[in-house]
């Protein structure tokens, strides 16, 4: 017999309280429920118990409901040691992710000097952040069928190859399809570890676990990118590149801190078996995937070919074809999703919502303000002021620290800016649908980040290529272009102390200062998104809930509702 204990929040202070234990009565009914009839003889007491539910006014649709909000309630959180190796695990993933777009970034003027490529610099992050967008909703409902340690250690196992193939690289197009697998990993971490610590942490605790390991990630992230590319070169060896190698060790220690500890699951959550994995094929939008997807890369294929290859320019029959195909994909992809309804891969019923469409709109606004911001300005401190890749990382603390102390800040307040689009759209939709918008705002962050560098990189090498017969017309735009963006590469495509060097050097200033006006443009819209995600008092409606709440009968507590 299944051990039952029913827990109220009190939202004031955020302690747990066992409630008043249930009649035998109701014991009899709830255990009834708990447990499948023969088939073709129901029992009494199911059907009186469920009668005498639904006449206390609480809304048991099935008994597969009030199984679930029974399997809900008995979740206990984890504690002690087994607690501490679990947040371990679970940030040093986190950690992981930072850490590898935090290298990428930093490390990518002297990758694109050793593999002679500047224009992929848009694919570095494009292809990575692509597949993990693309990925995203449907990564995170694996969560939901089978167990969770199962699911995040096989997407670890994932983002590790990807990195092993990104340290074996020996192209650019062997990089990029390293990042992409990467990517195929990270889709399911960072929703992972966010669904594995909301089960296993108590509500209030969750922020602050994941704030100071994210924010250790992004300052120590560039450090040790940069010292790794500049005092070890980003390879080892001839074939290994150490800001990708050394992904391996830390994912090892991350993982062997999850097999050996427990994460509470569901107590209805099945193993592995082809009738689960009929049953999971059925929930997913693959239909909306499959038209999403190529959608999205003959988009940034097109702005790739346009913006950088000299035998495909913008009116060229290929870029023309891909920018058609990508708008006829986005419409189809529109109609399916409108057709399939709720179970959508983006349900047009939450997304309608005004606090989940602002919410959206403001972190994929936010996030395309960090990638380009990320990724171009070790190119100017390394390109243009000719520092060292260790330097570069330490001239980005400023930006990092400010965030942090901000966050700091704000946490004072009363929330940190990703809990306040958290806060906004649970405060609108309930806890039923937060999962669904949480999975958005990761999506649409991702999809900003495979979109941003892309178009940033190719207004950057336009604007090079147009300035370049003006400000060093002596120098080759198919070697600048091929040359990479490290100090010691931009500076050896023309004699040192020349004029047209430094007419050079400003033109890779220019360049950059084009990508930095979208920037700026998008720090404008994401302020008008934040406009439209609502003013409400979040403690002020949860103490209103919490009063309203105790006023219900106790069948509704019972019940698990």
């Known amino acids: 017999m299944l051990k039952r204990q029913s827990v109220c929040i009190n939202e004031n202070d955020g302690d747990a309280q066992t409630a008043n234990s249930p009649t035998a009565s109701e014991k009899s009914g709830i255990e009834t429920l708990l447990h499948e009839p ?6 009494p007491s199911a059907s009186a118990s469920l009668s005498q539910i639904r006449n206390a006014n609480t809304v048991v649709p099935s008994t597969e409901d009030s199984l679930r909000n029974e399997q809900e309630s008995i979740t206990q959180y984890v504690t002690g040691y087994k607690l501490a190796g679990l947040v371990t ?11 590898d777009n935090s ?33 995203q909703p449907l990564a995170g409902k694996l969560y939901i069928f089978f167990r969770k340690k199962f699911v995040f250690l096989t997407f670890l196992f994932v983002f590790e190859i990807g990195s092993l193939i990104c340290a074996l690289a020996k192209s650019s197009p062997m990089l990029i399809a390293g ?19 909301g089960t296993s942490v108590p509500l209030a605790q969750q922020p602050w676990i994941t704030m100071g390991v994210g924010q250790m990630a992004l300052i120590v992230g560039p450090l040790i990118g940069g010292a790794l590319t500049q005092y070890v070169s980003w390879r ?33 959550q099945n193993t592995f078996s ?5 049953r999971m094929l059925s929930s997913l939008d693959l239909g909306g995937f499959a038209l999403l997807a190529p959608a999205m890369t003959m988009f940034l294929a097109a702005l790739q070919f346009g913006g950088s290859d000299p035998n495909h320019p913008w009116n060229s029959s290929l870029v023309i074809g891909l920018f058609c195909g990508a708008g006829a994909s986005t ?25 989940v469409w602002s919410s959206c709109g403001h972190i994929f606004s936010m996030a395309f303000i960090v990638f380009i911001a990320n990724y171009f300005l070790p190119v100017y401190f390394q390109a243009v002021k000719g520092v060292g890749a260790t330097r570069s990382g330490l001239y980005m603390l400023p930006g990092i620290l400010s965030q942090l102390v901000f966050i700091i800040l704000s946490g004072a307040a009363g929330c940190w800016p990703r809990r306040c689009i958290d806060n906004a759209i649970q405060c609108a939709l309930g806890s039923d649908l937060v999962a669904i918008s949480m999975s958005l705002l990761i999506f649409f962050q991702n999809l900003a980040g495979s979109i941003a560098v892309v178009i940033a990189t190719t207004i950057f090498t336009q604007s090079l290529l147009k300035d370049l017969p003006v400000l060093a017309p002596s120098a080759s735009p198919e070697a600048v272009v091929s040359a990479g963006t490290g100090a010691d590469a931009v500076r050896r495509l023309l004699p040192a102390g020349s004029p047209e ?17 979208v920037v700026a443009g998008f720090a404008v819209v994401s302020i008008g998104f934040a406009l439209f995600m609502g003013w409400d008092e979040v403690r002020r409606k949860k103490r209103a809930e919490s009063a309203s709440g105790s006023q219900a009968k106790p069948e509704e507590e019972v019940a698990g509702v």
């Open 501 to 517: 060097l430094e007419g050079l050097l400003q033109a890779y200033s220019y360049a950059i200062d084009k990508t930095f006006y």
């Open 274 to 278: 082809l009738g689960l994995v009929r």
């Open 331 to 355: 419409v189809m992809f529109v109609v399916w999703e409108r057709r399939v309804g709720d179970t959508a891969m983006i349900p047009g019923s939450v997304i309608r919502r005004r606090e």
């Open 103 to 135: 290298i990428i970034s930093t490390a990518t003027p002297i990758i694109t000097t050793d593999l002679h490529e500047t224009a992929d610099i848009g694919w570095y992050a494009g292809a990575y952040t692509l597949v993990s967008g693309t990925l």
């Open 236 to 268: 080892w060896s001839k074939e290994y590149h150490p800001g990708f190698y050394i992904n391996l060790p830390i994912g090892g220690c991350a993982a062997i801190l999850i097999v050996f500890n427990t994460i509470p699951d569901t107590k209805g």
């Open 38 to 43: 023969s088939e073709g003889n129901p029992t």
């Open 89 to 99: 695990g679970m940030t040093v993933a986190i950690f992981l992710i930072y850490l």
């Open 179 to 197: 990042r992409a697998v990467a990517g195929a990993g990270s889709s399911g971490l960072m929703n992972g570890a966010w669904t594995i610590i």
